[in-house]
């Protein structure tokens, strides 16, 4: 899809360079917009000091802008670093130090408290995208200022991702330094497998993108529909309504979403969804948490047999993926391996198990990574000898080769003996009409070791009690896993891509047991 006579002008750019390549509410990109925004940006950057190999801090929400910065940085031959913008001043200040970052860019609405945080690392220069405030540089200004003349960019900038610190402080991740830098024809393989043999691209497809862009997926299928011939669409923030008018109104044909998008999105009353349309809609991807057979069949149920699932890890890259044939038959599994992926379940010993057999999910990909920013290679802990990464995940694959997930090894409970997967109580619980969501987790029991102890966060309005959560679960949960307490709490806090951080969960009650 690269213009030949305008390398790089953006990557795998079309001929008609005056065709919109992406969209926001009623803003438009065109190709030709996008690549004079990236020359005028990467040279005022360029003028502030950043360079090759440079590390670049953006903070900002899902947004047109993304792309324009991330050419940009990727002209200047420099590092995009992804910082979750939902974190506060002081706690990304630990990122930026660990990454070394050497400029940042933000849309906060009010900057001036990251300022006072990051004034002390010496930055050459924060960019504020929105609200230029005192020790900021104005992003338009910068694009008005700058020199449009064409600078090459092989591709969108390489990245850095930040694991979300579900289990400790965030660890980074530089996405394109492999542990073992794969054949280009491998890589191409397994990348195209990863896209479902191009089933989420293709020309003329219209993806809706409204997951974070500090996470690896948002970028990865941004890049996905753009380097096939089709155009994005940006949501800066996810409200379940709007998607559907988005769908409707655009006419969207592919949508990246996670879980808790699509549980949001099916707790909609069914007669406002009837007022939509969404017949376009070819894939709707669901991933990167925790995915239960039930919502599953629930959102066949309402979008049709266009529902795919996928499993990865930031460390490895994408791992297995299942295409809606394989949820018709195997509703509970997360697919089989893509291309070039091997997957070895092991026990606690770190030997290999036979096929139904659960333990620890482990994997092989042309894409794992080499190490985390600041902290030399992996592990022994991280990765074995012959180069299987250790996910943390529990789970087995069948005699066909499909992989069934069952939950983190840090989230098992262990009662009397017995293991309990808290996403199979939540899967449960999580189906009630009035909860929004449920996260579960093990408390120390005198007598059993540990026993399920469960946060529910209802619906505005809803008056549910725990004998009602309970009584739901007859029939539906064997006994022994029914939570032996229920703590109804306003909002669960989760990660940006909408995993439970448990982590907070076991402070608070820890906390409160003081």
Known sequence: MTNPDTPGTAPFAPADLDAICATEGDRTLTWRAWNDQANRLASS???????????????????IEWLTISLAIAKLDAVLVAVNYRLAPPESVYILRDCKVRAAIVDDTD??????????????????????????????????????????AHDLAHLIVYSS????????????????????AVLGEYQRSVSFD??????????????????????????????????????????????LRLIHTHRLTHWIAVPTMLQRLLKIPADIRAGYDISSLRFV???AAPFAAELKQEAIDYFGHVLYEIYGATESGMIAGATPEDLRRHPHTSGRPFRHVDIRIVDADHRPVPAGVTGEITVRTPVVIGGYIGRGPLGPDKIDADG???????????????????????????????????????????????????????????????QPYAFVQTIPGAALSADAVLTFCQGKLAKYKWPRGIEFIDEIPTSPIGKNLKRILREQISENAK
């Open 388 to 450: 299987y990464y250790y996910t943390g995940d529990v789970g087995h694959l069948d005699a066909d080769g499909y992989l069934f997930i069952y939950d983190r090894i840090t989230d098992m409970i262990i009662a009397g003996g017995v293991n309990i997967y808290p996403a199979e109580i939540e899967a449960v619980i999580g189906t009630h009409p009035d909860i929004v969501n449920v996260a579960v987790i093990g408390l120390p029991d005198p007598d059993h070791g540990e």
């Open 285 to 287: 991807m669901g991933g």
């Open 45 to 63: 950057l360029r003028s502030l000091g950043v360079g090759s190999g440079d590390r670049v801090a953006v903070r900002v929400h899902t947004r």
């Open 198 to 243: 191009l089933a989420c691209g293709g020309p003329g497809n219209r993806m809706l993108i409204n997951i974070p862009m500090h996470h690896g997926a948002g970028p990865t299928f941004t890049r996905v529909a753009l380097a096939t011939g089709g155009t994005v669409h940006f949501q800066r923030r996810f409200d379940p309504t709007e998607v």
């Open 165 to 184: 610190g579900t289990t400790g402080a965030p660890k980074g991740a530089p996405l394109n330094n492999w542990q073992n830098p794969p054949d280009p």
């Open 111 to 152: 900057p001036a408290a990251l300022v006072d945080a990051w004034t002390p690392l010496g930055l050459a220069a924060i960019v504020s995208l929105d609200v230029p405030t005192e020790g900021t540089h104005s992003y338009a200004a910068l694009l008005e200022d700058g020199d449009p003349t064409h600078q090459p």
